[in-house]
DNA sequence: TACATTTCTTAACTTAAGTGAACGAGATGT
DNA sequence: ACATCTCGTTCACTTAAGTTAAGAAATGTA
């Protein structure tokens, strides 16, 4: 499973074994079970994740209701917002399958960065990547109606709308869930 | 107008007089009018753009019609997002007012980040604040209503509702223009 | 197994956004 | 000075999403 971590940094930089045993270290690979809240409202949120088997989203709660902005599956990355507002969040992340994941904090990269000047190198490619994704995928939400966005998720993440509930797809593709449900019956239609 | 940019720098790191003269030395403003597309579809965009003065937009041709999704004021930085597809871009870049920019390219980038180490903790930490605060915006927008973004842009960018046309506007928004007139007449019909 | 809870779907109705067309104000050009 | 163009707004109409409620299916629990 380590190495699973080790071939997505090797993307960024190559690492040696002292390095390598370094980072093993850390003790930061975690197990978690479906459905346990890693981060809730409120909280102080230093915390990066990564997954390395499973899925955890991020939601908000908005008068009452869930909001899903987030799912993270297999080699992503979950980097915290509060850079910021520097403190507590105002969502929650939680996990939806049972899962691995590394759990990373400020405080543990700081020193890493200063142990190995490497890791600030991919710190920022990592950055920059993450940013230049987020700001396709923001692009694509804006410029498309949530039918383009269900049949955009069904091409790019289709592993998704399997193993995630409807009701979270739903408010992820920015909808309702009954409006999901009948704008699936209306893409079934079309088809026929 | 240079100490703009320093001022900016300031925030992340400390420079020297040495680096503030090779910084100077670069040659990077531009004065830019009113109209002029910086970047075209199609086109190689490996170059980031800083905002000291005006106002800069991204937008799409999608289906002959104008999508923006962004748009950069003072003190915003724009980075390409072809760092994935490792090429061409898909979206324009074009001058709303005239402005006063910086450009950099990803070699020049690269150069000064060898020379001066300091750059890559600049970079990782500048692309670290941008991609919170663009999930914070991201996820502002998919759990809100086209009117709601409208009110939580007349909050957070109140200039840019009057710099800027309102068809831009509207797609910005997510919307039609004729839609966001009439959400701006429904918006004063309350408030009466 | 039986019961409760959650999740998904369907339906009827309301509300708001998309569409196409028209109008007037202001800017631009000849 | 006149024609043209762009831009924002308004209107009537269409389409799709929000809302409320009900019921079926799946899941979890005693």
Redesign the interface.
């Known amino acids: 499973m380590q190495d699973l971590l080790f071939d997505f940094i090797s993307k960024y930089i190559t690492l040696t074994e002292d390095e390598k045993n370094a980072i093993i270290s850390l003790n930061i690979f975690c197990s978690v079970k479906k459905g346990i809240i890693l981060l809730r409202e409120g909280q102080k949120s230093q915390d990066s994740y990564f997954v390395l088997k499973g899925c955890i989203r ?1 939601y ?1 709660i ?1 008068d009452d209701e869930e ?1 899903t ?2 799912f993270y599956t297999e080699m992503d990355a979950l ?6 507002d520097g403190g507590s969040s105002e ?1 929650f992340i939680a996990c939806v399958e049972d899962s691995i994941i590394t759990v990373t904090n400020t405080d543990m990269e700081m020193e890493t960065n200063s142990k190995f ?1 490497k890791f ?2 991919m ?2 490619k990592l ?13 694509e ?3 498309s109606s949530p039918e383009q966005r269900y049949l955009n998720l069904l091409q790019k993440r289709p592993d998704l709308i399997q193993r995630v509930p409807q009701h979270q797809l739903a ?2 593709l ?1 909808i309702k869930p009954q409006s999901l449900s009948r704008l699936r019956a209306r893409i079934l239609e079309k088809k026929i």
Do not use: M
């Open positions: 991020k908000y908005i909001k902005t987030a980097t915290p917002h509060c850079v910021l969502y000047p600030e190198i710190c920022r950055s920059e990547e993450l940013l230049a994704k987020q700001q396709i995928n923001f692009d939400f804006k410029t408010s992820y920015g």
